[in-house]
């Protein structure tokens, strides 16, 4: 079956300089790794609000023995996941492991010799690299788009979730989340996670470090024994302070009695300057623990005690 590609990078072995054709057949390459995810969700689960409950991204085949990478927000709480291949063939896949903390999913199917993408560490990444992303646009079909590295650093986002080292690029995502960024040779060096909207920043991916340090962990289903702290908050910073611009229904924050507009002064007596100095506090703490929470609410101060909860339970 040829796979129709819509957005094809132009140039070369390397996606830089030679023959046209070296550049088809590295995209050919790298396709026959890429996958598309199909996710059904139970209407009643928790992550239904946002994400609905039938949903659908890119994977990369990350092992010759079935094992898949994509991203953790499109199979959260799913109680079936189909991967299908380039060529067709759909498989039943086991989630293997969800890792809310880095936002990857660990998937597996009942399948051996699987054209695997090597991966490559982000350690000698640097802004200007040439990069270029591959998207699942449904079943059977893809699109490729090029462009290059444009920042390597901490990133943090309104869901208490945190990146020391995200990878941001002129490279448009041109499908769904989950499919893979790729170096010139063809390595895969982070999974597209989000679009973003700012000038020269088009697209986040999550460095393929993430499952690399964690590959033994991820491939064994285990979890961290102790969980961070988690409240279920939404948030963005004004000028010194955070501000709660949302709740999950039944979450953490929620049955504490935080309200959207509260603003967040301290954690523990401690300062909050930002958003990722708010994370930071509170992942001083483990799931179940209390934390005490100063805020600001119309004009006055008042003092919550929170039972931090934990987001892997949450979304089971």
Not at 156 to 184: H, K, S
Not at 296 to 310: C, I, K, M, P, S
């Amino acid at each position: 079956m040829q796979v129709p590609v819509y957005a094809c990078v132009p140039q070369g072995e390397r996606l830089a300089s030679g023959p046209v054709n070296a550049a088809v057949s590295l995209i050919e390459r790298v396709l026959r790794s890429t996958a598309h995810v199909r996710a059904t969700v139970p209407e009643s689960h928790p992550s239904c609000r946002l994400l609905g409950n039938e949903r659908m991204g890119s994977a990369t085949i990350v092992d010759p023995a079935g094992l898949v990478l994509t991203v953790n927000y499109v199979v959260v709480g799913a109680d079936q996941v189909t991967v299908t291949l380039r060529d067709e063939r759909a498989y039943v896949a086991e989630v293997v492991r969800q890792d809310f903390d880095s936002g990857l999913a660990l998937l597996r199917i009942a399948e051996q010799g699987l054209p695997a993408l090597p991966l490559r560490r982000t350690t000698d990444l640097t802004p200007g690299e040439d990069v270029f992303i591959v998207a699942s646009v449904g079943e059977g079909g893809a699109r490729v788009s090029n462009g290059a590295v444009s920042y390597i650093g901490p990133f943090d986002a309104n869901w208490e979730y945190v990146l020391e080292r995200a990878i941001m690029t002129t490279a448009m995502n041109p499908g769904l989340g989950g499919g893979p960024l790729l170096d010139t040779l063809g390595r895969l060096i982070g999974i597209v996670s989000l679009n973003l909207n700012e000038i020269g920043r088009f697209s986040l991916a999550i460095p393929a470090d993430y499952y690399l340090d964690g590959r033994a962990a991820f491939l064994a289903g285990r979890y961290p024994m102790r969980r961070r702290a988690w409240l279920g908050v939404f948030c963005y910073a004004v000028q010194d302070h955070v501000v709660i611009a949302g709740l999950l229904p039944g979450g953490p924050g929620d049955q504490a009695g935080l309200k959207v507009g509260d603003v967040i002064l301290a954690v523990d007596g401690q300062t909050v300057g930002d958003r990722r100095s708010l994370y930071r506090l509170l992942w001083a703490h483990g799931s179940g623990e209390q934390i005490t929470l100063k805020i600001f609410r119309g004009r006055e101060q008042h003092t919550l005690t929170v039972a931090a909860g934990d987001v892997e339970e949450f979304f089971a």
